[in-house]
């Protein structure tokens, strides 16, 4: 564009038409083409499986009325005993925890002592309800009326809180003396006002957990991972500034023997990595915020549904790399500038933005490993036009049909179906999010045998 515009101004009226048509019209009218008949198949698949699970219901319960007029169980002809399903969810391959929660679903819904078809079936259906299967633990029982006192006020949702706007306070502290005092004489000593901070922030962490700990229970403490989380990042903060007091000692007191290991690691390391781990504590804010929650779930879910489209890329990179060792293999040669003719001026000169001006030497498809970095790098269209001149130049025109189809298959179909999986991702989160609620999603992600595992 730019020699043309260069040329004439007026030309740049073609080439912003023609980007805007191609790149903002086209490519997101494929995008959505795409997004549809990937929602298509979802859908169908959904369906499908539906179809799948209340046939298996259905066989299940015929098979159960058969048993039930074997062994002259008194029922009616269409319904099941409440006696038999139990027996057979003893029997059947399931986990402990959600064996006890059908069973007691089973007992607290079913007063009858029978079930007919609908109701059998709207039984299995609690599997798939959003909430976790997984029985809480119960917190620890105190009978002292002052510690219990403590005990809710510590449970309550506004410790939380307190505790996350605690790490805010730490981190805007953090930032405004770094800001202030970036100096080796302020921050590489254990009197600077930093290293008071972090010693002031990491006893209240402690104090937290502690408190955590001894009034929730061990087991009720570690139900929720975020709580497994924060005793993680405050175990090592205050395991490194332990060593940083034994080291250097007390803030306004004096270490012990402040050079003693500043071979292995200086005061500054160690403030530097204290202040990391506070950063990432700040992290536990995310589950309180609904659209910071909806992402990360959205990106968590795509790690359990990545599978088929990692499928579909290994083959496509696996394919492209042993056709391109076979085209281009061998075929660029490494000139290294000690090896020019240092006589000959002119063979010293190499085209400004060209492949052997950039350095591009080690992107070639001389091996496995060179050829897969090589179409990673014309994947995500780095220099695109760049590889493609440089190797059509050295073998013929036709090799550009290679980097067309490459860029086709990468770029146009496999992108955008990632792109059509993350929305379809984030449309389900977000509206189960809007039925459940953020808490209710949270406990929702917890990975649960569905119906179809029974009869599968």
Known sequence: MMPAYQSNRLYAVYFILFVFIGVYCFMNMLTAVIYNQFRGYFLTSMESSLFRRRLGLRAAFTV??????????????????????????????????????????????YNNRTLDLCEFQKFFDFLDHEQDIKLRPEMRHIENSVLALMQGIIAHVYFTYFGLAVAFVNVVCITAELATQYSEEALKSSNSTLATLNLLFISYYLLEQTLKVSFFGWRHFCYERRNVFDLAVTVSLVTIEIFHLVVYGFPFVGGVNPKKLSSFITLWDLVRIVNLIIILRLLRIIPQIKTMSLVVGTLLDLLHNLRPFAGVIVVAYYSFAMLGMELFGDVIKYEPDEFLDVTNASSRVQACGSYEQLGYWANNFDDFAATIVTLWDLMVVNNWHIFVKEFSSVTNKWSQLYFIAWYLVSVLICINLFTALILEAFIMKWDRSTHLGVEAMHQSSNSRRTTQDLFR
């Open 64 to 109: 159960m009325l058969r048993l039930e007029s074997r062994h002259q169980i008194q029922a009616a002809d269409t319904t099941v005993s409440k006696l038999l399903l139990k027996t057979v969810l003893l029997r059947i391959s399931l986990g402990k925890s959600s064996l006890q929660y059908l069973l007691e679903k089973l007992d607290n819904n």
